[in-house]
């Protein structure tokens, strides 16, 4: 028997047993004569002493050992003489007789502990050394809980966990595909799912009425921190419903969640129309822990001598509260983060209400302290406070602004981390135009219904058109979406109609679900959690990453097997593949 208790489990109340214990040595120490030994395991950490007094033969073998070696050893459980209320254990140490090394460790390149000194990528090369500290485990711990609470959740509504298949046809879901080459099938490739969409759809034709399943999903996509190429969905589908139904389903797990995980009841999810959501905070998922709401002022600031105001599409200001003394610097730094490539703004305006009651702008030399008080009054500002300006086109403004809002909720410490706000954002427009392409593109998937009172703008303003999807956000993450599906393959086909599909096209990629359509689809509906990212924000993390237990890094690459990689060129024969690589430039 390798262990009698684990390294978290012995308490005062188990003083003079003698127990066997194995685990990890997380750190030895010498104080006089006496040896100190941290034993660790996933269960905690417990200290081992080797007295002045002890058999040479155990002295000798106690020198030799070092960090991280995998030890059994077997002692006397002793009251401490100096307890450590830090730990679990704290009151008890182990007075040990013997000690077999089961197996030695090389040095680690960072200390296991929970201020390690490794960087980041250092700890993905040796994730599985990682993956010991305590900090890393306890997010793959909450994450086993979540998954198991969602199971018993929907195994309680009846759902029914239902497997779909990984290779499989394309899927699109907004992605590139990750494809497979078959073998057996010369010049013929699978794709790994982006989505089971059309799966469980068909499970739904199929009369499965309630589906769900945890569930690997792939997609090419240019990473961020919180994207990975393969992630995590809690994937479901439900038949004879409206999207009422779908949204109280499904608040109801994310208060469960919410319940058994955090002890917290959130309340009922407000919700928020898509326009309203862009109108106020210019983002689909807003972050509502702190107001600092958008407020247009196109109309009121145009008609004067400055042409970019002049020549703007939008004119939005938000009103920092209190920032009224922000410094030159402090505003240059801002004018800075909104002008980075990544935000995009070529310029910012501001508006100083001083707290004596004057206006003090950056375009003091177009507008009089009346303009400014007017734009004050329609931002409900104060003296005191900070008015910031941006302007341009619409959409571009508003994403702008979006960020710029995101940065003084931080600066003015206006978010709260233990806060949580879930939401729901409705009403989506069904399509998007694309420029680059002019051509329409599904917001949310082909699949998405119109809402039944737009239908007939389909033909004649389809950007007007609403789809009854919806998103769950939580704290300006997007959750999960999901819509009500069109499931007559008459509206379907017209669908892949305007999203430019030939007939042909759609039957060769589509056909078998518009086949299925025909033998009697039920009117269902759906929608997808991002495992990942609840379980993230659940731990208080910002990157998924520190809740996947082997993530690839922001290239996509496995740096700790180095994936990807090349094959052999038997296996590229076999696959019927040449590789074409770009000539490289010298
Ligand atoms: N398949 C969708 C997605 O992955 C979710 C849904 O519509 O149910 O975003």
Redesign the pocket.
């Known amino acids: 028997m390798y262990r009698t208790h684990t390294c978290g489990e012995l308490r005062i109340s188990h003083k003079k047993q003698e127990v066997t214990l194995s685990g990890w040595i997380q750190r030895l120490r010498k104080l006089g004569g006496m040896t100190f030994i941290d034993l660790r395991d996933r269960y905690g950490i417990t200290q081992l002493v080797v007295d002045e007094k002890a058999a040479d033969d155990l002295k000798e073998k106690v020198s030799k050992l070092g960090r991280e070696f995998v030890i059994q050893t077997t002692g006397i459980v002793l009251e401490r003489e100096s307890k450590n209320n830090k730990i679990p254990t704290g009151e008890i140490e182990i007075d040990i007789k013997s000690i077999t090394v089961l197996n030695k460790a090389e040095t680690p390149p960072f200390t296991i502990q929970t201020d390690t000194d490794g960087g980041d990528e250092l700890r993905m090369k040796y994730r599985y050394l990682d993956l010991r500290r305590e900090v890393v485990r306890d997010n793959l711990v909450l994450r086993s809980k979540m998954a198991i609470i969602i199971r018993n959740y929907l195994d309680s509504l009846d759902f029914i966990e239902t497997e779909t298949p990984v290779l499989m046809k394309s899927t699109p ?1 907004g992605a590139r595909d990750f494809v497979v080459p078959s073998r057996m099938n010369p010049g013929e490739f699978y794709a790994l799912p982006q ?1 089971p ?1 059309v799966f469980k759809q068909l499970l739904m034709v199929a009369g499965f009425d309630k589906y769900y399943q945890i569930v690997k999903c792939f997609r090419d996509e240019d990473l961020r921190a919180d994207r990975q190429p393969e992630f995590t ?1 809690i ?1 479901c589908e439900m038949s004879f419903v409206e999207q009422e139904d779908v949204l109280a389903t499904f608040e109801g797990l994310a208060r469960h969640l919410f319940k058994e995980v955090k002890g917290i009841d959130p309340g009922i999810f407000p919700r928020i129309p898509y326009a309203e959501a862009m109108d106020k905070y210019g983002s689909d998922k807003p972050d509502t822990r702190f107001d600092m709401l958008f407020n247009d002022i196109t109309e009121i600031a145009k008609g004067k001598e400055f042409s970019i105001f002049n020549n703007s599409e939008y004119i939005v200001a938000i009103c920092a509260k209190g920032a009224s003394e922000y410094s030159r610097k402090q505003l240059d730094a801002l004018t800075n983060y909104v002008k980075r490539p990544q935000i995009g703004a070529k310029g910012l305006v501001y508006v100083k209400y001083n707290t004596d009651g004057t206006f003090k702008s950056s375009i003091d030399k177009f507008y009089d302290q009346n303009d400014f008080e007017n734009w004050a009054k329609q931002c409900n500002a104060n003296a005191g406070d900070l008015l910031l300006i941006l302007s341009g086109n619409k959409f571009e403004t508003q994403e702008q602004m979006c960020q710029l809002r995101l940065e003084m909720g931080r600066q003015l410490e206006l978010i709260d981390k233990n806060q949580f706000n879930p939401l729901w954002v409705t009403d989506f427009p069904l399509l998007e135009w694309d420029d680059e392409t002019q051509r329409y593109y599904a917001m ?2 082909p699949f998405t219904a119109p809402k039944p009172e737009d239908i007939e703008l389909l033909e004649s303003n389809p950007g007007q058109v609403r789809a009854n999807a919806y998103d769950l956000v939580i704290n300006g993450v997007e959750i999960g ?3 009500v599906r069109i499931f007559d393959s008459a509206l379907q086909s017209k669908m892949f109609k305007l999203l430019g599909f030939t007939e042909e096209q759609a039957n060769a990629q589509f056909g078998f679900l518009m086949n299925a359509f025909k033998y009697g689809a039920p009117p269902h509906a ?3 959690f991002g495992f990942d990212r609840l379980v993230s924000l659940f731990a208080g993390l910002d990157s998924i990453r520190d809740v996947i237990a082997f993530p690839k890094n922001n290239t996509g690459r496995d740096v700790m097997n180095d994936a990807p990689s090349q094959i052999s060129e038997e296996q590229l024969k076999e696959l019927f593949l040449k590789i074409a690589l770009p000539q490289k430039q010298s």
């Open positions: 879901e989505s969409q969905q994937d949310h998937h979406g999901g819509s759906g929608i997808a």
